[in-house]
């Protein structure tokens, strides 16, 4: 078993009482509630405010019907299971290791990279990707064409 699952809580994983009972922590959330622990001597133990979060959005996930996957930042990913993150072939990948975009290590003769650093890329990757569209489109809009209808396509 890998870590995709054995960090992965997928809703069918859990029975009828099971998904009533996180609707019930829906419902005490959305009223101002504020859950706690409460260990098996009647303890109550709150969560700290940002663990709290990431748990209220993790179950409202799984309520709407979508699996939660839960990994460390230090979590190592193939080669192949990197590119199937970020969306790119692995060649692709594999380029932009040996050019040093991303920091990688090896095991053995294997690549690996952690997720730490391909969230890091990802949000550079964006950002980027975010600026060139804001670029063009305050290009073609000084330039009077941001709004423009194409000749073939007017009317």
Do not use: C
């Amino acid at each position: 078993m890998n870590a995709f699952t054995e960090n992965r809580l997928d809703p069918s994983m859990l029975d009828r009482n099971e998904r009533q009972m996180l609707a019930l922590f829906g419902r005490a959330v959305s009223s101002g509630g504020r859950p706690a622990l409460v260990d098996a001597d009647g303890n109550r133990l709150l969560l700290p405010e940002a663990v709290f979060r990431q748990l209220v959005r993790m179950i409202e996930a799984v309520r709407q019907g979508q699996a939660v996957v839960l990994l460390p930042e230090k979590e190592s990913f193939t080669t192949q299971a990197a590119a199937n993150f970020l969306g790119v072939s692995r060649p692709f990948l594999v380029r932009l290791l040996e050019s040093d975009e991303i920091p990688h290590h090896r095991v053995g003769a294997h690549r690996r990279i952690y997720l730490r650093d391909l969230l890091q890329y990802r949000d550079r990757r964006d950002r980027i990707r975010r600026k060139t569209l804001d670029d063009l489109t305050a290009s073609l809009d000084a330039d009077g064409l941001y709004d423009a209808v194409a000749p073939e396509h007017a009317r």
